[in-house]
């Protein structure tokens, strides 16, 4: 038998957050039929934002896999709180990855490789996902990375 | 029993345009099983392109806010076109925002809100969703925003 | 009764390529339930990048068409590799298109058609299929365009 999602993260040393309830228009996460869409979620704390900066300028390579990380943890804080349990997850759909950064930046999948081995680690064969990187003029907050996703659920 | 969606538009004083034939290679909106597809949509009228230019250069946030209810009045044109009625609509799932914005601009969830407002206002528990707000280097005919949806559908 | 998409494929001139495995922590394509996605898909052959540059700048529409009609060959061939045969594409659903270009941009519609017309032409009617199309700051290696696609399937 394979180890719970609550077994991996606690291996990891990864204590998912409880979001709070998001202050704009719109659901941070919502359950409809076997999908669960996730929202665009950014590296940020009960402080603020933990990242600020732009990819080929300000930001390095591993910096921003580390905020892609820490979006990724809250990404699965977001799909717990509406699903109840992770257990529910049956298998990571797609993974939008936004990544501000330079005209001249080219190494987008790097940065994005920082979420998606989260959610390899934390949820084993369920975790493999569709994705796309691309590179965003600004992102809300100046983070450098922002990410969404979709999940099938049970 | 909850008011329709159509007086609810009339209370908001919208009337819905007929969408024109799309002059491109896809369609404007397209239904698959229990799921309605809107294409990027933005905020043009009869004479073309209703507002031009950038957020944190030439475009204020009430006015890109502006540009991003009318794109969603467009939205749900198109999905009236394309469904019959928009009693059809069981959720929005998805509303994607490309903010066309300087480098440094950060206000990306402000401007959405405009469209993520006017969604919860014409279809009331219906229109919640989940959302990611971006911003692009461009958009195409120079406009400020560019919306994108998906809805589950009866 | 209409042609294989295959028979469409070989009057287009169109060999699909094999796709190498995915070198990044993603799958290129991935069917779940009655849905395939196909991860962010870039003109890049054996030797890498086919196109370099920024649309507005160094790469004209006419190449920028091209990219984006050879990054849906690539597409085709990332379903086919995941449905074992194109036949069992029912409709495509979403194209997602993303331009590398200058803040002043704004032909994105002429550029994504590139992709829309060979979907068009290798799957018929069940090409069809809604899209959005916006201005990125920059993408992975260089490329100036990548798409990402899903298809209901059987």
């Not at 394979?2 to 993260?9: C, K, T, W």
């Not at 930001?59 to 921003?64: G, K, N, Q």
Request: charged fraction near 20%.
């Amino acid at each position: 038998m394979p180890p719970s999602i609550e077994d991996r993260l606690l291996e990891l040393d990864i204590v998912l957050p409880t979001p709070k309830p998001s202050a704009a228009r719109y659901v941070a996460a919502q359950r409809v039929g076997d999908t669960l869409y996730v929202s665009g979620t950014m590296p940020i704390g009960e402080a603020g934002p933990l990242w600020k900066g732009t990819l080929g300028q300000d930001v390095s390579i591993p910096e921003a896999q580390a905020a892609a990380r820490t979006a990724a943890v809250l990404v699965l804080a977001h799909a717990k709180a509406a699903l109840g349990e992770l257990g529910r997850i049956r298998q990571c759909l797609r993974l939008e990855v936004f990544v501000r950064a330079t005209p001249a930046f080219e190494d987008h999948p790097q940065v994005a490789n920082g979420a998606s081995e989260l959610l390899l680690q934390a949820l084993g064969d369920k975790g493999a996902h569709t994705r796309f990187a691309v590179g965003v003029a600004s992102l809300p907050f100046g983070v450098p990375v922002e990410l969404a996703a979709s999940f099938a659920v049970d």
